[in-house]
């Protein structure tokens, strides 16, 4: 047998590699550079939407407002002022205030970072009001109702000589024209920039509301978050009957100083409305956008005794 021999393999020439001439090629795409502050990203105006600190949901703020500043997701109980709790709780037109002129005094001039006088202008001026709370008379449901009312704005709600008098006023009012009182509270204690004149409103409000009680005038006392230190050591858990919102911490001092004070680790929930009502310091925890309803129906039943007296 004969050998193939094995032909080459024929491969063609490659062409030489052409570059097209610069008219043919991609144009080049020139950035700019990009300027701080300058985005495609569409700007949403400010007080429109609030996130939610329980659920983390985006918030509508008109749906939060029409739904009292609770949360629709959670139910979380977002801070009110003390008007806005007026507008929910009283019928229209129907609340007169009562010592909305009272100012505090700065009697120990107080210093310290700022003085207590320049503290006070402040907060009148960014909450409206002349000190922490809002007292009047006025009707929720059909019964007449004296009313105090604090607002945590004002120097974290703190209880000074003119909230002090407020309450021992408004309560007073009650107990001559024989009404029920509604006290609603959030507070940080007492007014450390008045020193003792501040605790001395703890017996004062303390006082009226025992008079208000031997009178068999019922006092209900709303506790809202936070309700601490003097003010719930006083006239804030004096009541016939103790109502609180949802979550609401509760309590004398913080837990903070109270771990350290034990030093024992503190029980899950501790100075919440749900462990107190546990324990039985709380009567009931009604949510905000039920608790008008609450109030008249409690209402209703505290003040059978007193139709019967004045008939």
């Not at 047998?1 to 043919?24: G, I, W």
């Not at 001092?253 to 771990?259: D, E, L, T, Y």
Request: net charge negative; proline share 6%.
């Amino acid at each position: 047998m004969t050998d193939k021999t094995k032909k080459p393999l024929r491969l063609d020439p490659a062409e030489p590699a052409v570059t097209p001439p610069p008219s043919e090629l991609e144009p080049i795409i020139e950035k700019k550079p990009l300027v701080p502050g300058t985005t495609r990203k569409r700007d949403i105006p400010q007080g429109l939407w609030t996130k939610c600190p329980g659920c983390e949901e985006m918030i509508f703020d008109k749906e939060l407002e029409e739904n009292l500043k609770v949360c629709p997701q959670c139910t979380h109980h977002f801070p009110i002022t003390a008007w806005g709790r007026i507008d929910n709780l009283t019928e229209p037109e129907s609340f007169e205030s009562t010592d909305d002129k009272m100012a505090s005094v700065d009697t120990l001039e107080f210093t310290g970072t700022a003085t207590y006088a320049d503290k006070l202008d402040k907060h009148q001026k960014k909450t409206g009001l002349r000190d922490a709370i809002v007292t009047g008379i006025g009707r929720i449901d059909k019964h007449d109702v004296a009313i105090g009312v604090m607002d945590f704005n004002f120097l974290g709600g703190s209880m000074g000589s003119v909230v002090g008098e407020k309450i021992t006023r408004i309560i007073e009012a009650a107990t001559e024209r024989r009404l029920p009182a509604v006290l609603i509270s959030s507070s940080g204690g007492a007014r450390m920039y008045e020193g003792m004149f501040s605790l001395m409103q703890m017996a004062k409000t303390s006082a009226a509301v025992a008079y208000h009680g031997r009178q068999s005038l019922p006092y209900i006392s709303v506790l809202t978050h936070p309700t601490t230190a003097g003010v719930m050591a006083s006239y804030a858990s004096l009541g016939d009957l103790i109502v609180s919102e949802p979550k609401a911490m509760i309590g004398f001092a913080g837990p903070r100083v109270i771990k350290d004070t034990t030093q024992s680790e503190l029980p899950e929930g501790f100075q919440t409305a749900e462990f107190l009502m546990e324990r039985g310091l709380i009567d009931a925890i009604v949510q905000r956008t039920q608790m008008k309803s609450k109030l008249s129906e409690y209402l209703d039943y505290l003040c059978l005794n007193m139709d019967k007296k004045n008939t």
